[in-house]
């Protein structure tokens, strides 16, 4: 199956009512949280309100601020000091510890101990993300077919920036429960769902992933632009991406591109295997099954 040559991504699909976009958006409240006191400060905290007050602070806004806390938390991380959130956000100790006061009276941080972690309340805003809640909706039936078909780990990803974040993701047992993760990210020019998408889109992003550094995370990772552009050609040609092992040892992933109502670009689906037991030309009707009833769907 041959998919149409050039889409963009970037395209709104007006039946549904979500847009995709590469810009990323700093987290934010509806309003204070009732139930949780404004004042949370203790004794862990004691002192914080002078250190740090004497340089300039580089950041201009309150959500320019804000956002370095919350992004300071990685998929790791289940709680951060003070001292770790005001080294790694760059911010002066007193904004760190007042914003930090703050966010957990919002629900966005949660004390534990010393320590803070990410809010509940995050979570639910999070869940109300129109965009990827319908897309999330679609493809989870297709999904969970394929599953049942390969028994292998099934991703959905759409593309953000220089990035492929996923969107959902399912697995057996057996299945990979390593390097990705759901709304975890990995570059386009190596993921088999990130080639899916660069492939269908415009050359600029090509341009745009190799300014950026095509940097390897394994032996096997294609780090010339000239065996890229080859590979994006030979993609957009046959409707279909294979990677092997360009993003983890002893792995290989099969994806296509899903297009809303045939035309708009909204993201890719993917069968993630060990490379012995990954059946290209076997899985490939499946997967492109189950692209075409996502696509009908958001049509």
């Known amino acids: ?92 100790k007193a904004t760190v510890h007042r914003l930090a006061q703050e966010l957990v009276a919002w629900g966005l941080l949660e004390r534990e101990g010393c320590d803070y972690r990410l809010g509940l309340r995050l979570f639910e805003l999070g869940q109300r993300v129109h965009r990827q809640r319908i897309l999330r909706e679609a493809v989870q039936p297709y999904m969970e077919d394929l599953l049942l078909i390969t028994r292998e780990t099934i991703h959905f990803a759409i ?62 990772t294609v780090i010339s632009p000239g065996r890229l552009r080859a590979q994006l050609d030979r993609i957009r040609e046959e409707g279909i991406a294979l990677e092997s092992e360009e993003v983890r040892l002893g792995y290989a992933s099969l994806a296509v591109p899903v297009f809303a109502g045939g035309t708009t670009l909204v993201g890719a689906l993917s069968i993630t295997a060990p490379t012995y037991r990954m059946d290209a030309a076997g899985y490939a009707t499946a997967l492109r099954t189950a692209a075409l009833g996502i696509g009908r769907s958001l049509a």
Do not use: W
């Not at 040559?5 to 979500?18: D, I």
């Not at 697995?171 to 269908?200: D, V, W």
């Open 159 to 220: 593309h953000d920036s220089l990035d492929i974040v996923y969107l959902d993701k399912i697995f057996p047992h057996r299945g990979l429960n390593a390097e990705s993760r759901i709304a975890g990210r990995l570059p386009l020019y190596c993921t088999g769902t990130g080639k899916a998408i660069l492939a269908h889109s415009p050359h600029s992003l090509f341009v745009d992933v190799v300014r950026g550094g095509l940097k390897p995370l394994t032996r096997h």
């Open 1 to 92: 199956m041959k998919a149409p040559a050039a889409h963009q991504p970037h395209a709104v699909a007006a039946s549904k009512g979500f847009v995709l976009s590469s810009h990323r958006v700093a987290p934010g409240s509806e309003g204070e949280r009732g139930g949780i006191p404004a004042d949370v400060t203790g004794a862990c905290d004691a002192g914080a309100g002078g250190a740090g007050a004497g340089g300039a602070d580089p950041m201009n806004s309150v959500l320019g601020k804000v956002r370095p806390i919350l992004e300071a938390f990685t998929s790791d991380d289940a709680a951060l000091s003070l001292a770790e959130l005001v080294r790694r956000s760059g911010a002066a």
